[in-house]
């Protein structure tokens, strides 16, 4: 008898802030929503708070996630 394994689904985020490129992350499941605040940890330890303005697909599992300061 064979076993089926639970695959994970993971997806990659571009994350942009005001047209500026912040970062990007791989993420299992699914993403952020419009209108979201997002707390965005940068690499060199400063939080910054955004607010989801759109969310651009890339391809299947790749999306340009669109953020304004708030």
Known sequence: ML???K???FNIFDY???GYFLK?????GDGPVCG???AIN????????TKVVEI????ET?????LSSC
């Open 56 to 59: 651009e697909p890339i391809s």
């Open 7 to 9: 695959r994970k689904h």
């Open 36 to 38: 979201q605040t997002l």
């Open 16 to 18: 942009f802030l005001d």
């Open 3 to 5: 076993t089926k394994q």
């Open 42 to 49: 940068l690499e060199n330890g400063t939080e910054v708070v």
């Open 62 to 66: 790749e999306s340009r996630i669109l």
């Open 24 to 28: 990007w992350e791989e993420v299992e």
